[in-house]
């Protein structure tokens, strides 16, 4: 019988180590009016205001029905506007409303300090060669 266990691997760490880092960013986000992955949405759409629904999707690896379930409550509380495309009725786009564009800069602190909290006592080489490891097994997952 084999002595290496599942909490032995590298997957099970990084497991936990999403998991803290999730909830401790749940709290923080929860104290400026955000839930779970709401900060993603306006990340995405700060970077290109105007995706579909299906790019977001995409770009934040959600079902669409967890997607749609997050815009109706960042409806409701006026962060984005979903509209139709212009070209194609069909499509609907999301749009950053401007309590998002006043929101952000909260969002950039809370994922800042979080930052500083989990990695601040690595060196500058170790948060390097960290972020090109990670950058490395998200490839290696990648479909």
């Not at 400026?32 to 999707?57: A, H, M, N, P």
Request: proline share 3%; aromatic share 6%.
């Amino acid at each position: 019988m084999s002595t290496h266990s599942i909490y032995d691997s590298n997957g099970y760490l990084l497991s936990q180590v999403c998991k803290r880092y999730r909830t401790l960013s749940d709290q923080r986000l929860e104290e400026i009016g955000l839930y779970r992955g709401q900060e993603l949405i306006i990340c995405e759409l700060w970077q290109q205001d105007g995706l579909t629904q299906s790019d977001l999707v995409e770009r934040l690896m959600v079902q669409p029905s967890t997607l749609t379930n997050a815009l109706n409550s960042m409806e409701k509380a006026g962060l984005v506007q979903r509209r139709p495309d212009a070209q194609d009725q069909r499509v609907s786009r999301v749009y950053l409303m401007p309590l998002a564009y006043e929101t952000w800069p909260q969002v950039k602190e809370v994922w800042d300090a979080i930052d500083a909290e989990a990695f601040g006592n690595l060196t500058l080489e170790e948060r390097i060669l960290l972020r090109r490891l990670l950058m490395q097994v998200n490839e290696n997952l990648a479909p």
